[in-house]
């Protein structure tokens, strides 16, 4: 505890909303959560650091503090699941405005409470310097029916939610243009896809599922790991972000990061929208290892993985 | 995913133990976890910053380790709780030499392997300089039954496991003597108190629970905060820490950090050891809020929260 914390802790507590699965939240040396019977847990962690995540004088607070949960419940919603309850440890330095600490926060439970996630503890810390967050995000999922990256079969149709390339596209408008600030239109807003995640296990129609945090190429090698499988793309089908009604550059689609959409395998024809959330058909699973992509002139290339290295200050 | 991450978190998947209850762990978008019918869930998180928590010139890596997670594990002790598994998120900065950070992962796992607990996820990223970690701990608990710290009522003894101050002092002697480590004995290794805790929550022995990290004083307070009620204690009582076969100063005892004993309340009068581990009785819940301290000299005195603010670099 050091000084601040105690203000901060019930600043949280008074915002952090309630739930019935929540017995005891925050106050106590752990919280108290209800696992309905029939259900297994899920769990996830992420950081969000400054200056490696993110940086103040290019990212809105709100939009980091949305994009902190985001990634937690992203996570959630990869596994099919449904989130349970989040828990929030916080390191904030001496350079850190308690006004920039408020909007990160609000951002975070804007997202919270569109969810009904209930924030349910965490921990405080002073830090040297700078914002140091990790989100812990529990879900659940019904016994034996969390969707794994490990399922993916040959033969199999790759699919992909939303739009791909959009956050790392501005970031990279950004970088040209110098200007002094992310211009985050609500078009590209972390959206994490829970409705699509639930839809996909209720139906039992996703063989393999991952987010796309660190760009589709990276995810897709994961699936690919974890079940022993290659993968066939077409680049006309991987669904572009727009900016300013002109699809970014099919770089940033491949490669980019942050865009927090839904990649699955599955041995069906889905309809093109599923809970809201447009749906692309981009490829299917093959028997040999690696990767390919078929580009816009037809020809066949090895893909490898873009190797997204989140942001970093050069 | 940075340069050295894959690397740390497939050393960390080699280590990090199974168990009956992670039915899938490392290397998916979550872990997915068996909670049996008839618990609860209990969660924990807390951070260890590098300059905040500890100094690298001060402490020895496996020791910042241990304490790292024995942090999350008293936590569950302090409700009366088994630990299920635990997550590490990880952050490191390139000021850090990889063996700092094996011996650390090494002081964390033999805890772990210790109290068979399976390291079940987590996640790692690059920081700017410095260690950052946050550990998380879940745990379950037979339904209705975590030890608050909420249910302490006046008349009701209050009692302390094993002996208090060691680590403070410690601290102490290190500062004035500016050696350059703390020559950390087995006898101050910190020891999650998870037996005990078990016990009480088993034989319903406990009405209110917290563990010691912050310091008797502001524990104590922290459990007549939520029980709405005041505690009056006495030094002769207090069990003290021995550094050398001297018994550490008064202070260290009532306002140190880092002890992770168990401060408990009890209507009834407890056997000498339990799981083991000495208890002391060391005073009385009282009707009148505040706390109070019977001095060596029998005269009773305002008792305040002692503000033990870790350590910090001056």
Redesign the interface.
């Known amino acids: 505890?050091?000084a601040g914390e105690k203000q901060l802790i019930e600043r949280i507590r008074r915002v952090a909303g309630a739930s019935r699965d929540v017995?005891?939240g925050i106050?106590?040396?752990?919280?108290?959560?209800?696992?309905n019977?029939g259900r297994?847990?899920?769990?996830?962690?992420?950081?969000t650091?400054?200056?490696?995540?993110f940086r103040r004088d290019w990212h809105s607070a709100d939009w980091v503090g949305r994009r902190c949960l985001t990634r937690g419940l992203s996570?959630?919603a990869?596994?099919g699941?449904e989130p349970l309850?989040a828990?929030l440890?916080l390191?904030i330095g001496p350079d850190l405005p308690p006004k920039w600490v408020d909007r990160f926060l609000k951002g975070l439970l804007h997202l919270a409470a569109e969810f009904r996630v209930p924030l349910?503890?965490?921990?405080t810390?002073?830090?040297?310097?700078?914002l140091?967050a990790?989100i812990?995000v529990?879900?659940t999922?019904p016994r034996g029916k969390?969707i794994?990256?490990?399922g993916a079969r040959p033969g199999e149709y790759i699919y992909v939610t939303g739009s791909l390339g959009g956050s790392a596209a501005l970031l990279n408008q950004l970088k040209q243009s110098r200007r002094s600030r992310v211009a985050h239109s609500r078009q590209f807003e972390p959206q994490p896809r829970l409705g699509t995640g639930q839809w996909l296990s209720n139906h039992a129609a996703a063989s393999a599922?991952?987010?796309v945090s660190?760009g589709l190429s990276?995810d897709l090698d994961h699936i690919c790991h974890?079940s022993h499988v290659g993968a066939t793309i077409e680049a006309a089908s991987i669904p572009r972000a727009r900016i300013a009604r002109l699809p970014v550059p099919l770089e940033f689609a491949l490669h980019g990061g942050d865009d927090y959409e839904l990649l699955f395998t599955s041995p069906r024809v889905l309809p093109a929208k599923i809970a809201g959330v447009p749906l692309s058909r981009i490829g299917r699973i093959t028997k040999s290892r690696g990767m390919r992509l078929i580009g816009p002139d037809g020809v066949s290339r090895s893909l490898k993985p873009g190797?997204?290295?989140?942001f970093?200050r050069k």
């Open positions: 505890m050091v017995v005891a106050g106590d040396d752990c919280a108290v959560l209800r696992v019977p297994q847990l899920l769990v996830t962690t992420d950081f650091i400054e200056n490696v995540h996570d959630i990869a596994m699941g309850a828990f440890s390191a349910a503890g965490g921990d810390a002073q830090s040297p310097a700078g140091q990790d812990v529990l879900g999922v969390a794994l990256r490990s599922m991952i987010d660190d990276t974890e190797g997204w290295q989140h970093r």
